[in-house]
């Protein structure tokens, strides 16, 4: 496996980080108190964490620009400053996947391409630049999984460029080379708690976004894990919309993602080119969206999967966590009744 191409010593490292790191003892158990407590829990009622594009702590400023890209930014590219700044605005998380895993991310937002001129059908992750190649991110997963055989997690491919059926064959072959066994077959979205898992050895739910998930027991539909996208820069247009999309998700009886993101528009880029979406949007408006996930409730109407940028920024994921504490509340409620 290609040693990944960001991979750094603790002593560099932004104090952020170096907190969340520190603190990744604490979220792993925290984790296994509420794993233990909830193994008969069902999946879409519990809460779990979630990163957005969660592969874009690194992206190739060498390579070319994604075919997620329109014309024009493929144009203005051939200028090596614009690179430099599309990176400020295309990285959303500063973890690697094995930093997210051990810090307590359970779910993954994945979108992958082809590199159009390739030789080959190699599969990369893609945001903007591309990413590391999409079987080395899978290696790394696995090797956690390995090492804690009873963590369960959500792969969740929703974005497909430059791919034609035979680049979806070699991916999903990737996707059962890396963790054979592990993947969980699709069945009914209430069966799905801890110790279905553990039971049957399962310990990923792979979601795939394209009609030939039909061909393989291992691939659940996308429509199983709606994820509605605000596209606001407005962080109280985001509460709203996540607010709303919450009181309908119990009609789908599905999981559910509430992506507390927000999306620069064009104008935001060009006022804030330097900055980038750390500085200008993430910062300042985190603290407003963890106190909205503080004031949120597990359950068929409540939260699900919550996904944020840059999840080492705040205590995101304790703050999530702790949400799983209302379900053993409302156990103990009940069994007191």
Request: proline letters at 4%; charged letters at 20%.
């Amino acid at each position: 496996m290609v040693r990944n191409p960001r991979q750094t010593s603790v002593c560099g490292r932004s104090a952020y980080t170096h907190t969340f790191l520190l603190e990744e003892h604490v979220c792993l158990e925290a984790l296994q108190l509420s794993k233990t407590r909830l193994s008969k829990t069902k999946f879409f009622v519990c809460v779990f964490l979630g990163s957005h594009d969660s592969f874009s702590y690194w992206v190739d400023e060498k390579s070319p620009v994604g075919p997620d890209q329109a014309t024009a930014i493929k144009r203005l590219a051939k200028i090596s400053l614009v690179k430099k700044i599309m990176k400020k605005w295309s990285v959303t998380q500063n973890l690697t996947f094995k930093e997210q895993l051990e810090g307590g991310i359970r779910y993954f937002d994945l979108r992958v391409s082809s590199k159009p001129g390739e030789i080959g059908q190699e599969i990369y992750f893609i945001h903007g630049l591309f990413g590391i190649k999409v079987w080395d991110g899978l290696m790394e997963i696995n090797t956690f999984l390995g090492q804690h055989p009873k963590e369960v997690i959500f792969l969740d491919f929703n974005h497909f460029y430059a791919m034609d059926d035979s680049h979806h064959f070699y991916l999903i072959n990737k996707i059962r080379s890396a963790f054979g066994s592990k993947l969980c077959s699709i069945a009914c979205v209430e069966h799905v708690t801890l110790q279905y898992m553990w039971e049957k050895k399962y310990q990923v739910l792979t979601f795939y976004h394209y009609p030939l998930y039909r061909e393989y027991p291992f691939l659940w539909p996308g429509n199983k894990i709606p994820a509605p996208w605000a596209n606001t820069t407005n962080v109280h247009k985001l509460l709203q919309f996540l607010e709303t999309t919450l009181e309908e998700r119990s009609r789908y009886g599905t999981f559910h993602v509430s992506q507390a993101i927000l999306t620069p528009r064009v104008k935001t880029i060009a006022r804030h080119l330097i900055r980038g979406l750390k500085n200008t949007l993430v910062h300042r408006n985190l603290p407003m969206i963890l106190n909205w996930v503080k004031a949120q409730k597990p359950g068929v109407m409540g939260v699900n999967i919550i996904t944020s940028d840059f999840v080492e920024l705040v205590d995101f994921a304790a703050t999530v966590i702790a949400l799983n504490d209302l379900l053993l509340e409302e156990d103990e409620s009940a069994s007191i009744l």
